[in-house]
């Protein structure tokens, strides 16, 4: 995946409409909980080899178990089929803080650092907005 010069208010104008609300007032959210981190589109395929599309807000450095750091965005925005993921990179105490929050997001679905929402209505979003600032406070941004 890499960042893309393509606008992310166009990514999300483009969804369909049943789809967009919940996917802007996330959007929303997300910048509000991190108003000093960029905003930027990512594309390419994931580790699973699907093609996705990708909101980023943050540039970091993230550490891998093997081989070099990479460039990465702390929080990720994507629309999949029948939900909606934000995908947190930040970990406390060896585990994602996604799996740290889980029982007081709602109803979602947790994976290790992402974050299934298949309603907004379902989801705790001062929790989420919780959850998005102490991502903010323990992932210094990318010095480069």
Known sequence: MEIVDVDPA???AA???EQRADM???DALIRSALPDRVRTVWQGKMWGGTDQTI????DIRQPRPRGPDVEWFLVGLARQKQHASIYVNAAEDGRYLGQHFADRLGRVKIGSASIGIRSLDAVDTDVLVELLRRAD????????
């Open 137 to 144: 406070e323990l992932t210094p941004p990318d010095p480069a």
């Open 24 to 26: 802007e007032a996330l």
């Open 10 to 12: 166009g990514v999300l």
């Open 55 to 58: 909101l980023g807000y943050g």
């Open 15 to 17: 969804l369909p409409d």
